[in-house]
């Protein structure tokens, strides 16, 4: 038989049974209408360096603000920075950022944040690239700990976060902390349903606001980057495992936490009223269309 054009079919066999009256239909598509992605090509697509590089400059900016920030801060020089003028500055940059490299490489700009959505199920975020991103996010943070080193001199705390009781309360509140940032993350950034267009202001505000809350107990990092980075330019590695820990046991259990509470989208799991602003928009075009 010819090959149809419109199904791009190279050949198609029809074989009756002797017995029964069905046909069993065999169809062999041309392998050039749907060529297969070699392996190679999906795991590391052509915009892979531009994710890192992305994750790069965004971890960089955040890490230069954030912690210039709390340098000023602890300073004692004229130019002081106020613990509530830290926090925002914090919660901004990454507003910002989400809004500017949202769209290239998800802005996780920490690497708890990345392997969280590494291993969400909802997320597709193939495990082989989470090396690219670390070693982005942990060298823009190295690198914009030490020009601001060379900035802030004669600074010499370029903004670390040392916990100021036990290690024991800084673990349990930077889990805490950063198990509030992913749930909204997870919440904004991964599922349809929310209105993903206030993702940055959302995340960014939950930044700002935990971190206001954790910064005399913690330092509020949740950010193993943000952490290491003002640790090495300042030489200071008290506790340091404390912020390594505890934004990654808060990532995972609050990426778990968001998929268990996630609708799966079945009717009756929906709520009755929409319950954001966008669902309403949606409603009242409806309703606008019907009346007219």
């Known amino acids: 038989m010819t090959t149809n054009p419109k199904l791009g079919l190279s050949s198609i066999e029809i074989r009756c049974m002797d017995t029964e009256q069905s046909c069993i239909v065999s169809t062999t598509r041309n392998s050039s209408s749907h060529p297969r992605k070699p392996f190679w090509l999906t795991t590391f697509p052509p915009f892979l360096l531009k994710k890192t590089v992305s994750e790069l400059f965004s971890t960089f900016l955040l890490v230069f603000v954030t912690c210039g920030a709390a340098a000023l801060h602890r300073s004692s020089q004229d130019m002081r920075v106020s613990q509530l003028g830290s926090s925002a500055a914090g919660g901004l940059i990454v507003t910002v950022m989400i809004y500017s490299v949202g769209h290239i490489s998800g802005a996780h700009m920490n690497p708890a944040v990345t392997l969280a959505f590494a291993a969400s199920k909802h997320v597709h975020f193939p495990w082989i690239q989470v090396p690219f991103y670390w070693s982005a996010q942990l060298s823009g943070a190295i690198l914009a700990s030490f020009v601001l080193k060379a900035l802030l001199y004669p600074i010499t705390d370029m903004g670390t976060t040392t916990p100021s009781g036990t290690p024991l309360q800084a673990l349990i509140m930077e889990t805490v902390v950063t198990f509030c940032m992913m749930f909204v993350a997870s919440a904004v950034g991964t599922d349809t349903k929310a209105v993903r267009e206030l993702a940055g202001l959302a995340v960014g505000s939950s930044v700002c606001i935990t971190s206001i809350l954790a910064g005399p107990v913690s330092g509020g990092s949740m950010n193993p980057a943000r952490t290491l980075g003002p640790a090495i330019a300042s030489d200071r590695y008290e506790a340091l495992w404390v912020y390594f820990v505890g934004p990654v046991m808060g990532t995972l259990l609050a990426a778990w936490a968001y998929n268990f509470v996630r609708l799966d989208g079945s009717e009756n799991e929906l709520p ?21």
Do not use: H, I
Request: glycine letters at 4%; charged letters at 35%.
């Open 272 to 292: 009755e009223r929409p319950t954001s602003f966008k669902l309403s928009r949606l409603r009242s075009g409806e309703l606008a269309n019907v009346d007219v």
